[in-house]
């Protein structure tokens, strides 16, 4: 790290915005470059340098001299604040589109929840023919949404026993429901 660097960081942890502006000046093509390859956008690349400042400048990135140079860590800065924008970019617009799609959705029919009832009541009695264990695992996985480590850890078994588990589950839940469906059952049970 050059001294001049090391000098400019001091001044803006002091709060001297000349020092932050001559550091901007300085880093500023290399940054943005480096966000727009991250990004792939000019708006995210430049909302990534406005954030990346704003950490050096409210101190919650904070360079240590004896890890390394102040270039690398400033890239380093911008490459988790571009991973986080792209992160945040990306949820924001699956929760437009999903809201969307909420909006475009025609309420069911009296049929078709008269149909989804019937395949309800199917499905919990074949649930029901399970084992105990099965019946927890896929309670818990299917009807409680835990994920199979979650179950793992608070069933105190090892991952595999639970993905075993699961997988004995789901086959006999599909042999049991083949068997209501060729004794007349709901057509797509």
Known sequence: MSDR??????????GDKRALEELYDKYEKLLYSFAYKSCGQKEMAEEVMQEVFIKVWTQKATYDSSKGKFSSWILSVTRFTSIDIVRKKENQNYSLEEER???HQEEPSAEDLAEWK?????????V????????????LFYF????????????NLSL??????IRLALKHLRKELSNIKEKGGVGDA
């Open 5 to 14: 660097d090391l000098d400019l960081y001091n001044q803006v942890l002091e």
């Open 101 to 103: 799609d909420t909006l």
């Open 118 to 126: 019937e395949q309800g009541e199917i499905v919990r009695e074949a």
């Open 128 to 139: 029901k023919q399970l084992s105990e264990e099965q019946n927890k695992i896929i309670q």
């Open 144 to 155: 409680k949404g835990l994920t199979q480590r979650e179950i793992a850890s608070s069933c």
């Open 160 to 165: 595999g026993t639970v993905k075993g588990r």
